[in-house]
């Protein structure tokens, strides 16, 4: 037996965040790319003849999404249904709605999960059976911990949970908050996880995986993404990694050599170093990290500019540069090496989520408490390194200021 596993398709997504200078023939195709992304998994589907398709939540980007998203989505389950492929899908705290009155005209083989908790099951065709547990959200925040009404294993072949939630931590726990042993304790076969975007395997045996979003939608979503087909083997389901996402996030490091200063030079190398470096199989949407090994006096809006004219340069574009970051080799006015524990003890202090989270709650930005939400660690970083290098300068500037 085999099936895919996928959520967090994010249909429609509007890619906020590219900026006016965005190339309009690469607009249509990044609009596109969330549709393709769920187009393939289809393909794939039929392509391996599984037993099933699993959609665990985030259908579409927001609870009230466009018709065309609808229509499109519609339209691929319908192809799966000529294919005899069923469907077993969740609304997540995206498209959460109340599934009794659900507009979406889906075709038979789609089976929506209830706002509570409910199995379903389904007979393979060699007879063998299989149990499948999930819900639907019915509001944005679910702080409850479902897990405790998710039923124990029934007898039957395979049982899979299909859960879109993420484990506790810290205070602020909206999305159906889980720990991993107590999904282990169901004594499932698999657990297919939405909601965090990142795909990955938090638990070998039994697997429990997060399929992340089949298409990344901002820097910070960066790698690849696709969806997982699990397979039986040994009479054990494992999941393999298929990418699907036509537009790849990446953050490419550029080291500049010592000599490297003038705008010309530091183009040349970077447009070089971006050839090599790229990953994406078709289109790379690019944050530069310029790390020079002198203080770099070069107007980086005109290399950005550059940047983008050289992308253009080629026959279909294959990369683009949406903004650049500079780390300077200035970082930190000198500590002592005895203050340094201090530093280092302070920053664990400011920079964390907690105190994050904290510090939007408390501004003016606590109306969009889902902002709250999007911290994660790789912005905790980038916060941490851009203060460190503002002090930096500061140190720097004190300096200048007293001789
Ligand atoms: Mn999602």
Known sequence: MKFIHTGDLHLDSPFQGL???????????????????????????????????????????????????????????????????????????????????????????????????????????DHRQVALTGFSYGSRWLEDDVALAYPSRENVDFHIGLLHGAIIQGTDNHYAPFQIEELVAKDYDYWALGHIHKHGIINQQPPIVYCGDPQGRHINEDGEHGCYLVEEENG???????????????????????????????????SKQ??????????????????????????????LDYLQHDSQDHQSICWWVMDIMVKQVTELPAIDKNDIQYWQKAATMVFNKDMIKKLMNDSKLQRYHFLADQVDQQMINQLQEQAEQLLGQRGVSDGDSSN
């Open 274 to 303: 971006l050839n090599q470096q790229l990953i994406g199989p078709e289109l790379t949407i690019v944050r530069l990290v310029i790390k020079p090994r002198q203080r770099l006096n070069i107007d980086i809006d005109r290399l």
């Open 19 to 125: 900026s006016n200078s965005f190339p309009e023939q690469l607009w249509d195709q990044v609009h596109q790319s969330t549709f393709l992304a769920w187009q393939r998994i289809v393909d794939l589907a039929i392509d391996q003849q599984v037993d099933f398709v699993v959609v665990v939540g985030d259908i579409f980007d927001r609870e009230h999404h466009g018709v065309a998203a609808e229509d499109f989505f519609v339209k691929q389950c319908q192809r799966l249904d000529q294919h005899q492929i069923p469907v077993y899908l969740s609304y997540g705290n995206h498209d959460y709605q109340d599934v009794a009155t659900d507009p979406l005209m889906l075709p038979g083989n789609v089976h929506v999960f209830d706002n509570k908790v409910e199995t379903k099951h389904l007979q393979l065709a």
């Open 236 to 270: 054990r389901l494992v999941p393999h990694f298929h990418p699907v996402a036509t537009i790849t996030w990446q953050t490419v490091i550029v080291n500049l050599p010592a000599d490297c200063v003038s705008l010309p030079a530091v183009r040349l190398v970077i």
